[in-house]
């Protein structure tokens, strides 16, 4: 569901941000192709930032199980350092 989601919000933004440097095209507005690069950029931004989140998502249960092993081993190592003791 959430890759139709950001697919459909992706394209639409394409042919908004196009549709908008055309028309600044067509009626001979200044600094068309820097509108036009950053349209381009920031699509390239939104689609990297949609496949990681897809990514992350897909791989939470693993990220989670390591996120949770080096908090705990961080823990574990504060706690021994206060105490002067090691905590198994």
Request: hydrophobic letters at 45%; charged letters at 20%.
């Given at each position: 569901m959430l890759?139709?989601?950001?697919?459909?919000?992706t394209?639409a933004?394409?042919?908004?941000?196009?549709?908008?440097?055309?028309?600044?095209?067509?009626?001979?507005?200044?600094n068309?192709?820097?509108?036009?690069?950053?349209?381009?950029?920031?699509t390239?931004?939104?689609?990297?930032?949609?496949?990681?989140?897809?990514?992350?998502?897909?791989h939470?249960?693993?990220?989670d199980e390591?996120?949770?092993?080096?908090?705990?081993?961080?823990?574990?190592?504060?706690?021994?350092?206060?105490n002067?003791?090691?905590?198994?």
């Amino acid at each position: 569901m959430l890759r139709k989601i950001s697919f459909w919000y992706t394209l639409a933004f394409i042919i908004f941000w196009n549709g908008y440097t055309l028309h600044q095209y067509i009626t001979g507005q200044p600094n068309v192709l820097q509108l036009f690069l950053f349209g381009i950029g920031f699509t390239v931004l939104l689609l990297a930032t949609t496949w990681f989140s897809r990514w992350l998502m897909s791989h939470y249960k693993v990220v989670d199980e390591k996120a949770e092993e080096i908090l705990s081993a961080k823990f574990k190592n504060k706690r021994s350092e206060r105490n002067g003791r090691t905590v198994h």
